[in-house]
């Protein structure tokens, strides 16, 4: 389970630095043309390597923004959920799951290592001293095992998910993944209404769209199986 987290944490890191020169094209897009976006591309590059925000030619959000607090308390809530689905294709060999399970680590280290390029080019630090959620303005319960924010999965939960086999494991990680979706949801809807950098506000909508649309899957998957969420 270490290996994962460490193959897991390396490919997420690789995508550090194309987050930053995503989140400048996109926000250099408005009315800019492709030498303006090629210009925002560039000096992302820059801004990437030498951890200034200033350097991107836009103003970054300030550290304990909701865009800096989203950016930071989704990296870890999504570095979960790629650990999740790397165990879960080693204890089965069914298809669907298998194939889900893979669509949901490529997507969220993609969209991880998007919101650490983003915090690198703002020149702001990927941790917070404050608790999690404080950018929503609540306070998040003092983690259960492991289970930092809403709807992550205590570290005996992460043991047994690794423990089981076959449909055990299918059932098991769908549940998970389902109550990880909800929370993920959750927090992507502060973002909508709280951020302010437009990249990050669309990105946090399409969280929500695609992991809602995953939640029904999943049901349909847990029935499929003669059970539910367990909600």
């Known amino acids: ?93 069914d298809t669907e799951v298998r194939r889900l399970a893979y669509d949901i680590a490529q997507t969220q280290a993609n969209q991880r290592g998007m919101l650490l390029g983003w915090l690198d080019l703002w020149g702001l630090p990927k941790v917070s001293a404050g608790p999690p959620m404080a950018w929503m303005g609540m306070s998040a319960p003092a983690g259960e095992d492991g289970a930092l924010m809403p709807g992550m999965a205590t570290d005996a939960q992460m043991k047994r998910l690794g423990q089981l086999d076959g449909r055990q494991a299918e059932v098991y990680y769908l549940r998970l993944m389902t109550a990880h979706h909800r929370g993920g949801i959750h927090m992507a809807e502060g973002c909508v209404a709280r951020c302010t950098v437009g990249v990050e506000k669309r990105l946090a909508q399409g969280m929500v769209d695609a992991q809602q649309s995953e939640i029904t899957m999943m049901a349909d998957m847990l029935k499929k199986r003669g059970t539910s969420d367990g909600s």
């Open 1 to 93: 389970m270490r290996l994962v987290g460490l193959v897991a944490g390396a490919a997420a890191t690789a995508l550090v630095a194309v987050g930053a020169i995503t989140y400048a094209v996109a926000e250099g897009d408005t009315g800019a043309g492709a030498g303006g976006r090629a210009a925002s591309a560039s000096v992302a590059q820059a801004g990437a390597g030498d951890g200034d925000g200033a350097g991107s030619g836009l103003t970054p959000p300030a550290a304990d923004s909701a865009d800096a607090g989203f950016a930071r308390d989704m990296a870890v809530h999504h570095q979960q959920a790629v650990e999740m689905s790397y165990i879960v294709r080693d204890r089965t060999k």
